[in-house]
């Protein structure tokens, strides 16, 4: 739950957001880059309600994640399709954002492709959840665009738990019990 900012010169950017890493900066560094850097952390370490999106088409789903993992820290919206989904990511600043890839408007890697082209949103995290196999390739493709990919399983609710509450910045005291 505490925001790590990464300042260095290797070009390592996926990899330390991969990790749970608030952002990530190149040296050289400015004083007023490092003063934005520092009014973001402090504006995001401020107690407030973590904003998580759940794109999923199917209700029953939907409801079973706003069930793991909502809670009094996180106030979850849900979308069924992808242009829904980017409409609320432009729209409004999500923390964290559960993507299914099987939507019936666009795949989901259409709707990863949006989201790295945008600027605003690009920094996103986005958790891959989903039940459908995946080929060497599309799960390479995904670990480029996504943060995390969790397979539907038998351990897969605590996995969906663990990666959402990493890139919520959650505290683990506060979270529910299960």
Same mark, same amino acid.
Not at 118 to 140: C, H, M, N, Q, W
């Given at each position: 739950?505490?925001?790590?900012?990464? !300042?260095?010169?290797?070009?390592?950017?996926?990899?330390?957001?991969?990790?749970?890493?608030?952002?990530? =900066?190149?040296? $050289?560094?400015?004083? *007023?880059? !490092?003063?934005?850097?520092? *009014?973001?952390?402090? +504006?995001?370490?401020?107690?407030? =309600?973590?904003? /998580? /999106?759940?794109?999923?088409?199917?209700?029953?789903? #939907?409801?079973?994640?706003?069930?793991?993992?909502?809670?009094? *820290?996180?106030?979850?919206?849900?979308?069924?399709?992808?242009?829904?989904?980017?409409? !609320? =990511?432009?729209?409004?600043?999500?923390?964290? %954002?559960?993507? *299914? /890839?099987?939507? $019936?408007?666009?795949?989901?890697?259409?709707?990863?492709?949006?989201?790295? #082209?945008?600027?605003?949103?690009?920094?996103?995290?986005?958790?891959?959840?989903?039940?459908?196999?995946?080929?060497?390739?599309?799960?390479?493709?995904?670990? &480029?665009?996504? &943060?995390?990919?969790?397979?539907?399983? %038998?351990?897969?609710?605590?996995?969906?738990?663990?990666? +959402?509450?990493?890139?919520?910045?959650?505290?683990?005291?506060? =979270?529910?019990?299960?």
């Amino acid at each position: 739950h505490i925001p790590v900012q990464i !300042l260095t010169v290797e070009e390592e950017r996926q990899y330390g957001l991969e990790r749970g890493a608030f952002s990530f =900066m190149n040296k $050289p560094l400015t004083t *007023d880059g !490092l003063e934005v850097a520092f *009014d973001r952390i402090k +504006t995001f370490s401020a107690p407030r =309600m973590r904003q /998580l /999106l759940v794109v999923e088409d199917d209700p029953a789903e #939907q409801l079973s994640i706003g069930e793991l993992i909502g809670h009094e *820290d996180v106030e979850i919206t849900s979308a069924g399709t992808g242009a829904e989904a980017l409409r !609320l =990511m432009r729209e409004r600043t999500f923390d964290c %954002v559960v993507l *299914d /890839l099987r939507l $019936p408007d666009i795949s989901g890697f259409e709707l990863l492709t949006e989201v790295q #082209q945008d600027p605003k949103l690009r920094d996103t995290p986005i958790v891959v959840f989903t039940g459908r196999e995946l080929s060497e390739d599309e799960e390479a493709e995904l670990r &480029k665009k996504a &943060k995390s990919i969790v397979l539907k399983g %038998v351990r897969s609710p605590e996995r969906l738990l663990d990666e +959402t509450a990493l890139f919520l910045h959650r505290v683990i005291a506060d =979270m529910p019990v299960s």
